[in-house]
């Protein structure tokens, strides 16, 4: 049995628009490129289980109202909801052809569970975010939990992520990494596995 496990940003949704990352900021009085910088600084830190408060505080250098932070974290959901239909489309032919497939994602809790109510994911019945898992990828051990909550082998895991380090993360873990391009080549790659 072979498990296909995709990446979320950038596999099955498309890059966050820059446009939307400066809405962000300017929903809440910030400077978008201070804003994009703290964004990214502690997004690692975010993924990993830091509460929305404490990031999106720490994002703006100051303390963040909870209204404000409501406001963030439903753009900030809706900014990572642009799917990428190729890979979408591919996704679905696995699920319609019974294939084993879940997805790991570097994404907080809040973001998880805003992803869960998009159709597409929710057809996937194995989500692992690494908020609810407490770690991160490219670190060797989300794959081992993730292995271990399909009751896998990390041999029977094929993984795909648009981060080079992910992929290789995956690989010292002991499964088939493949860096994502585009949905063509992923279906090339997959059908030559079977």
């Not at 973001?111 to 159709?119: H, N, R, S």
């Amino acid at each position: 049995m072979t498990w296909i496990v995709f990446d979320y940003g950038g596999v099955l949704s498309l890059p966050q628009p820059e446009s939307d990352a400066e809405a962000m900021a300017r929903a809440v009085g910030a400077e978008p490129e201070a804003f994009k910088r703290g964004y990214w600084e502690h997004r690692l830190e975010f993924d990993r289980g830091l509460s929305p408060h404490a990031y999106w505080s720490a994002v703006l250098g100051r303390p963040a109202s909870h209204t404000e932070v409501a406001r963030l974290v439903a753009r900030d959901v809706a900014s990572w909801a642009y799917p990428n239909e190729g890979t979408v489309a591919l996704l679905g032919e696995l699920l319609a052809a019974g294939r084993d497939v879940a997805m790991l994602s570097n994404a907080p809790v809040c973001v998880g569970e805003g992803l869960d109510e998009l159709p597409w994911i929710a057809a996937i019945g194995h989500r692992f975010y690494s908020g609810r898992m407490g770690l991160v990828k490219p670190d060797r051990e989300i794959y081992e939990e993730l292995a271990r909550g399909l009751g896998a082998d990390p041999s029977e895991v094929v993984f795909i992520d648009d981060r080079q380090e992910n992929v290789e993360g995956a690989e010292r873990a002991g499964m088939t990494g493949v860096r994502f391009t585009d949905a063509a080549a992923l279906r090339e790659i997959l059908s030559a596995t079977g």
